[in-house]
């Protein structure tokens, strides 16, 4: 049967999340950063017509080491993004009624046609009804 996580649970939770979201933008500057270096020196930086490169002129050691300010920023704000992409934009749409346990798609309507109120699925855990689990063994 669905009841509600504690606020412990809950906690540790958000933790969890907030430690993935960190570690999701860390790992996004790591290896955004070799990429844009690895643009810049085989692939091409400026779009041109003709010439033997992808995108236009590559750029030498020394540009990239001049530019390596920049490329870096670049990879923080990339990473910074992602950080704040996951942390925000990662979350369970589905509600579930907290007496009946019917579940929807998130919406204005926040009371359920048994009585009960919908709440956020997270919000939710899922633990086995011990008296289900006699009846069944008792059957068997």
């Not at 690895?38 to 990239?64: A, D, V």
Request: charged share 30%; glycine share 6%.
């Amino acid at each position: 049967m669905w009841t509600r996580k504690t606020d412990e649970e809950l906690k540790t939770e958000n933790e969890k999340r907030e430690k993935s979201a960190r570690r999701t933008g860390f790992y996004a500057v790591i290896l955004f950063f070799p990429f844009s270096i690895f643009i810049s020196k085989y692939i091409g930086t400026k779009s041109r017509m003709g010439g033997n490169t992808l995108l236009g002129p590559t750029l030498t050691w020394n540009e990239i080491l001049k530019e390596f300010p920049i490329i870096f920023f670049l990879c923080i704000l990339f990473g910074l993004s992602m950080y704040l992409f996951t942390r925000k934009f990662r979350q369970v749409s589905s509600l579930i009624c907290d007496s009946c346990g019917k579940i929807k798609r998130y919406d204005k309507i926040k009371d359920c046609d048994c009585g009960g109120h919908f709440v956020f699925l997270d919000d939710m855990k899922w633990v086995e009804n011990k008296e289900t689990k006699n009846d069944n063994r008792k059957e068997k």
